[in-house]
Nanobody, 125 residues
Framework: QVQLVESGGGLVLPGGSLRLPCAAS????????MGWFRQVPGKEREFVAV????????FYTDSVSGRLTISRDNAKNTVYLQMSSLKPEDTALYYC??????????????????WGQGTQVTVSS
């Protein structure tokens, strides 16, 4: 089992920044591929970013590329989502997720094995 706990969400002005940490515990989390998804009410959970266990493979959805950065600190069992130049359309519940392998279907939420409870990000003036 892997337990994931997100934090760092909140209300931020358009153009502002936030950093979302996701603390992982349980199995050897450093061996897991980690990701971030987001969801708004009435819509499907949307892929945001993925990082492989070693950090050498990173991918983003097009709408956040250049503004959001995923990283990980395996010594701390933590993955981060650094968010900058935030837009109102970034408003969502952000979920951290983990799976034991890196696969090409990373954009699909169904194959991911473990999920946190989510942290709310609201971008509004």
């Amino acid at each position: 089992q892997v337990q994931l706990v997100e934090s760092g969400g909140g209300l931020v002005l358009p153009g502002g920044s936030l950093r979302l940490p996701c603390a992982a515990s349980g199995r050897t989390v450093s061996a897991y591929t980690m990701g971030w998804f987001r969801q708004v009410p009435g819509k499907e959970r949307e892929f945001v970013a993925v990082i492989s266990s070693s950090g050498n493979r990173i991918f983003y959805t097009d709408s956040v590329s250049g503004r959001l950065t995923i990283s990980r600190d395996n010594a701390k069992n933590t993955v981060y989502l650094q968010m900058s130049s935030l837009k109102p359309e970034d408003t969502a519940l952000y979920y951290c997720t983990a799976r034991p392998v890196f696969a090409s279907d990373y954009g699909n939420p169904r194959p991911w094995n473990y999920w946190g409870q989510g942290t709310q990000v609201t971008v509004s003036s």
